[in-house]
């Protein structure tokens, strides 16, 4: 799993594992040394890694030496979670199909940076969390499972973000799990679960349990 920061997200995988989600986490990385999710691997007994990028001149030599750390644990997933770096589509080519990312906004609505504030200042109604897998178009590639929730009276972004996030615990392990148990296929610019192409992503209602 590659992280940047907190590490929620990993603590809702880890969690997840400790009850019957049958992946096995072989490594945690991060870009960032000081990030709170290292200390979660480490307490989980899951090998945690810094690869500092403002150690490398440029986002292809960090990205051709991420590529070769990840590589090195042989996935069969890698899971973006608050990882905050963009990838070069070298990265992204090798790890095709095996690249989910978790992003806070119901996309396509919001790529980027700052979803929270830029759904308030639209006046947004509904907001969300998308889970998609990864490809060279940044926030772009196929759409797997998203969660909405209403954007309430005195929500600024913090109190959106936590909602969001809460949210985020849910899909991802499930997403996970369907990956892991060979359900989940990326095909072209399309997700297919059991074997079935998806004519868009599939859709959780705010605190609904997951579907089976
Ligand atoms: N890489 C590719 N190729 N495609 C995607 O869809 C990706 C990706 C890398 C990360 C996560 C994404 C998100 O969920 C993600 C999706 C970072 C930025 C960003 O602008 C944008 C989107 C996402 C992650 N990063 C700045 C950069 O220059 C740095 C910002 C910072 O360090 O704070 O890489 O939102
Ligand atoms: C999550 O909300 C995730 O969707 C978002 O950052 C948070 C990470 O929280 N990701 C991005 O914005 C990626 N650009 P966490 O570290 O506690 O899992």
Request: aromatic letters at 6%.
């Amino acid at each position: 799993m590659l992280i940047s920061g907190n590490g929620s997200n990993l603590q809702a995988v880890i969690d997840a594992v400790a009850l019957d989600l049958p992946v096995d986490i072989r490594a945690v990385i991060s870009n960032k040394a000081d990030a709170y999710g290292l200390e979660r691997a480490r307490n989980a007994g899951i090998e945690a890694w810094v690869l500092d990028h403002t150690q490398y001149p440029d986002r292809e030599s960090y990205d051709q030496v991420l590529a070769e750390l990840v590589a090195s644990f042989k996935p069969g997933l890698v899971i973006l979670a608050g990882f905050m770096r963009i990838l070069s589509p070298h990265f992204v080519n090798k790890f095709r199909g095996q690249l989910l990312n978790i992003h806070p906004s119901l996309l396509p609505k919001y790529r980027g940076l700052h979803t929270h504030q830029r759904a308030l200042d639209a006046g947004d109604l509904v907001h969300g969390a998308s889970v998609h897998f990864v490809t060279e178009e940044l926030d772009g590639g196929p759409l797997v499972l998203q969660i909405r929730l209403p954007i309430e009276n005195g929500d600024d972004e913090e109190k959106l973000a936590k909602k969001v996030l809460s949210q985020e615990h849910i899909i991802y392990p499930a997403v996970i799990r369907w990956f892991a148990d060979g359900r989940l296929r990326m095909k072209g610019n399309s997700v297919s679960k059991d074997g079935v192409t998806l004519k868009g992503p599939l859709g959780m209602r705010y605190h609904e349990a997951p579907p089976a």
